[in-house]
C-alpha cells in the first residue's frame, strides 16, 4: 500500500508540473479525453526535458522548433509513401536531359512575416549559403543556384545530380535574403526572432514552453490549427502522465501498455510506423580525434553480436521495434537494395556471444581477471550518453549493459540533458551515444548514407558535424555516393552496385552499431483535432519532432467542432 501512495503522489508532482506550463502559457488544463487547454490550441511534447533555449535558428543542431512550421522548404516529401512531393514555396521543377540543370518555379504570392515579398533571390541566397556552410550541407550540394525572374531558380552542376533534388526542394528551410545577410555564422548564431513564410509564426516564449500562432497572411490561407503550445517536461514519464490527464495533445514517444492504449485514454488514438534506424553511434575516428575502445571496429563489431535484440525490443520498446538491415537500408520499404553481399541482410536478433569474443580475441583483447577484456592496459569499459528522460532509450542502454557484461564488456549509461546530449552530439564529445539515424529528405536510402556516412558531413572533435556524428570516412564509400548522386534513381541496375559498396563497408565497419529499426509511436488527441493520419491515410511521417512533416499535419488539422 506504501509504494502505491508514493507513486501517486509523484505522479500528481508530474501532472502539478505540466499544469504549472499550462498557467504560464495562459492556458488551462483540460481533463480526460477534453485535452490540453483552448479549444484552438494544441499542446505538443516532443521530449523535451529541461529548459528552452530561445533559438529558432532553422540550421542549429539544437534549434527548439521552425523546419516547416516558421522555415519552409520547397516542397514536402511523404518518407512513409513513394510519390510526387506536396508542393510549398515551389510549384514546379524539372531536370534538364543530362542531370546537370535543375529548374524550380517558385511562387508569386508569398510574403515573409515582416511583409517583405518572397522571391527567387532568396532561395538562391539560401541554397548558396548552404553550398558555402559544411556544417549545415548535409546533402554535399555543390550547384550553383541562380534567380533567373522573380519566380525562376536555375541550379547548375558539374556533373549529373539526379539526388540532389530531393534535398534542395525538401529539406533545405529557405530563409530570407534581406535578413539573412547580415547574420555571420548560419550554424551557431543565434535566431531570437525569426521570420518565415510558413503557416505559423512565433508568438511567445519561455524557458517551460513557447507558442506558434496562425500565420494570417499564409498563401495557402490561415490554418484552422490556431496555435501550438510546445512544452518542457521532466522527459518521457511525465509525458506519459500528461497524456493520461489530457494535459497534452500530440506526444511522440513510449507509453505503458499500448495494445490498449485507446481504452486507457478515451478521446486519443495512437499509431506506429516503423522508420528510424536505432544505434549506438559511436565517436569512431582517431583521424578526427576520437579515442576510446570503440575507435576499435572490431569492438564494434563484438557489440552488435553480443545484443539480445528480442529482449530489447520487450524490455525497452514494447514491441514496437524491429529488424535493422547492418547496411541501414530499411528493411521493408527498402528490400529491393539490400544488398546480396551482407553477412547479415538484418541484424540477428539473438545474442551471438561466441562471435563477440571472437572478434575481441581476434584484436589482442585479452579477458581479465574481473571478467571484462583489456588492451593494452585499457579495460574496455564504455560510456554510453543519453538524455535521462528518454525511459525507453535509458532501459535499453542499462539491459544492453547486462548482455554485453557476458561478453566481457563493461557499458554504463551517461544520463544528461537534452541540450548537454545534443551539444555531445554535434562536437563528438562522447564514447556511445544512444540515437536513431532520421530517413532524409524522399523516401529512399541514399540520403542515410549521403547525410550519415560521408566524409563532407563530419568534422574533426571539437567541431560541430552535422550530421555524421560517428566522425565516419571512407572514401570508398563517399566515391559511392558520390556515383548514386548522379545516376537518375528510376535506374536500379546502375545503382545496386554502389549500394553494395556502401552497405558491406558499414557492416564491416559499424560506425553506428546497429540495435533496432524503432516503430515511431504517436499519440493524438482525436476527440479535440480531426484530421490525423492513420494507417490507412498516412499522408505524413507522423512524428512531432519530425520536419517538416509536423507541419503538413498541422495544415491539415481543424478543431472539433471548427469550421
Same mark, same amino acid.
Given at each position: 500500500m506504501a509504494s502505491h501512495g508514493v507513486h501517486r503522489r509523484a505522479r500528481v508532482a508530474l501532472v502539478g508540473a505540466v499544469a504549472v506550463v499550462l498557467a504560464a502559457a495562459g492556458c488551462s488544463g483540460g481533463g480526460g479525453g477534453g485535452g490540453g487547454s483552448a479549444a484552438d490550441t494544441l499542446i505538443a511534447y516532443t521530449g523535451q526535458n529541461g529548459d528552452y533555449q530561445r533559438n529558432f535558428n532553422p540550421y542549429a543542431p539544437t534549434t527548439n522548433e521552425g523546419p516547416g512550421t516558421i522555415f519552409e522548404p520547397l516542397f514536402v516529401y511523404n518518407l512513409v509513401e513513394p510519390g510526387d512531393p506536396t508542393p510549398r514555396l515551389g510549384t514546379d521543377y524539372s531536370w534538364n536531359d543530362d542531370g546537370t540543370e535543375l529548374t524550380i518555379t517558385v511562387r508569386d504570392d508569398a510574403v515573409w512575416t515582416d511583409g517583405e515579398p518572397f522571391t527567387a533571390e532568396d532561395v538562391a541566397y539560401t541554397f548558396d549559403l548552404v553550398a558555402a556552410t559544411p556544417a549545415i550541407n548535409q546533402g554535399g550540394y555543390a550547384g550553383e543556384a541562380e534567380a533567373v525572374d522573380a519566380t525562376t531558380v536555375r541550379v547548375t552542376f558539374d556533373e549529373p545530380a539526379y539526388m540532389d533534388a530531393p534535398q534542395l526542394l525538401g529539406k533545405t528551410w529557405i530563409v530570407p535574403e534581406h535578413i539573412w545577410s547580415g547574420i555571420e555564422d548560419p550554424v551557431t548564431d543565434r535566431v531570437d526572432e525569426p521570420v518565415g513564410t510558413g503557416p505559423y509564426r512565433l508568438q511567445d516564449f519561455q524557458p517551460q514552453a513557447f507558442t506558434l500562432t496562425a500565420n494570417p497572411d499564409y498563401y495557402g490561407g490561415e490554418p484552422a490549427l490556431k496555435n501550438i503550445r510546445y512544452i518542457a517536461l521532466s522527459g518521457n514519464q511525465s509525458g506519459v502522465d500528461a497524456l493520461g490527464a489530457g494535459q497534452v495533445d500530440w506526444v511522440t514517444g513510449p507509453v505503458p501498455d499500448l495494445e490498449n492504449f485507446e481504452e486507457n485514454h478515451p478521446g486519443y488514438s495512437a499509431i506506429t510506423v516503423p522508420m528510424n534506424q536505432m544505434a549506438l553511434f559511436t565517436c569512431s575516428s582517431t583521424d578526427l580525434g576520437c579515442d576510446g575502445p570503440?575507435?576499435?571496429?572490431?569492438?564494434?563489431?563484438?557489440?552488435?553480436?553480443?545484443?539480445?535484440?528480442?529482449?530489447?525490443?520487450?524490455? $525497452?520498446?514494447?514491441?514496437?521495434?524491429?529488424?535493422?538491415?547492418?547496411?541501414?537500408?530499411?528493411?521493408?520499404?527498402?528490400?529491393?537494395?539490400?544488398?546480396?553481399?551482407?553477412?547479415?541482410?538484418?541484424?540477428?536478433?539473438?545474442?551471438?556471444?561466441?562471435?563477440?569474443?571472437?572478434?575481441?580475441?581476434?584484436?589482442?583483447?585479452?579477458?581479465?581477471?574481473?571478467?571484462?577484456?583489456?588492451?593494452?592496459?585499457?579495460?574496455?569499459?564504455?560510456?554510453?550518453?543519453?538524455?535521462?528522460?528518454?525511459?525507453?532509450?535509458?532501459?535499453?542502454?542499462?539491459?544492453?549493459?547486462?548482455?554485453?557484461?557476458?561478453?566481457?564488456?563493461?557499458?554504463?549509461?551517461?544520463?544528461?540533458?537534452?541540450?548537454?546530449?545534443?551539444?555531445?552530439?554535434?562536437?563528438?564529445?562522447?564514447?556511445?551515444?544512444?540515437?536513431?539515424?532520421?530517413?532524409?529528405?524522399?523516401?529512399?536510402?541514399?540520403?542515410?548514407?549521403?547525410?550519415?556516412?560521408?566524409?563532407?558531413?563530419?568534422?574533426?572533435?571539437?567541431?560541430?558535424?552535422?550530421?555524421?556524428?560517428?566522425?565516419?570516412?571512407?572514401?570508398?564509400?563517399?566515391? $559511392?555516393?558520390?556515383?548514386?548522386?548522379?545516376?537518375?534513381?528510376?535506374?536500379?541496375?546502375?545503382?545496386?552496385?554502389?549500394?553494395?559498396?556502401?552497405?558491406?563497408?558499414?557492416?564491416?565497419?559499424?560506425?553506428?552499431?546497429?540495435?533496432?529499426?524503432?516503430?515511431?509511436?504517436?499519440?493524438?488527441?482525436?476527440?479535440?483535432?480531426?484530421?490525423?493520419?492513420?494507417?490507412?491515410?498516412?499522408?505524413?511521417?507522423?512524428?512531432?519532432?519530425?520536419?517538416?512533416?509536423?507541419?503538413?499535419?498541422?495544415?491539415?488539422?481543424?478543431?472539433?467542432?471548427?469550421?
Open positions: 570503440q575507435t576499435d571496429p572490431a569492438v564494434r563489431r563484438a557489440i552488435y553480436h553480443a545484443m539480445d535484440r528480442d529482449q530489447l525490443d520487450a524490455l $525497452a520498446f514494447e514491441g514496437t521495434a524491429s529488424g535493422i538491415s547492418p547496411g541501414f537500408a530499411l528493411p521493408e520499404r527498402d528490400a529491393a537494395i539490400i544488398s546480396d553481399e551482407l553477412e547479415h541482410a538484418t541484424a540477428p536478433m539473438e545474442p551471438d556471444v561466441d562471435a563477440a569474443v571472437r572478434e575481441l580475441e581476434g584484436a589482442g583483447w585479452e579477458r581479465g581477471d574481473d571478467g571484462v577484456f583489456a588492451k593494452d592496459g585499457e579495460r574496455l569499459a564504455l560510456t554510453v550518453t543519453v538524455p535521462s528522460g528518454w525511459t525507453d532509450y535509458v532501459t535499453a542502454i542499462n539491459t544492453l549493459s547486462e548482455q554485453l557484461a557476458e561478453a566481457g564488456i563493461d557499458l554504463s549509461a551517461q544520463g544528461v540533458s537534452y541540450n548537454e546530449w545534443g551539444d555531445a552530439r554535434a562536437q563528438g564529445e562522447f564514447d556511445l551515444l544512444f540515437d536513431s539515424l532520421h530517413q532524409g529528405a524522399s523516401p529512399e536510402p541514399f540520403f542515410v548514407y549521403s547525410y550519415f556516412f560521408d566524409t563532407g558531413t563530419t568534422a574533426p572533435v571539437g567541431e560541430t558535424a552535422n550530421p555524421n556524428y560517428a566522425r565516419y570516412s571512407d572514401p570508398e564509400v563517399d566515391a $559511392a555516393i558520390e556515383a548514386l548522386r548522379g545516376i537518375p534513381p528510376e535506374d536500379t541496375e546502375a545503382r545496386q552496385p554502389h549500394f553494395d559498396t556502401i552497405q558491406t563497408a558499414l557492416e564491416e565497419d559499424m560506425p553506428y552499431i546497429p540495435v533496432l529499426t524503432g516503430g515511431t509511436t504517436s499519440e493524438f488527441n482525436t476527440e479535440k483535432f480531426t484530421g490525423w493520419p492513420t494507417e490507412e491515410d498516412t499522408y505524413a511521417y507522423p512524428a512531432v519532432w519530425g520536419r517538416p512533416d509536423q507541419s503538413q499535419i498541422y495544415l491539415n488539422l481543424t478543431p472539433a467542432g471548427g469550421e
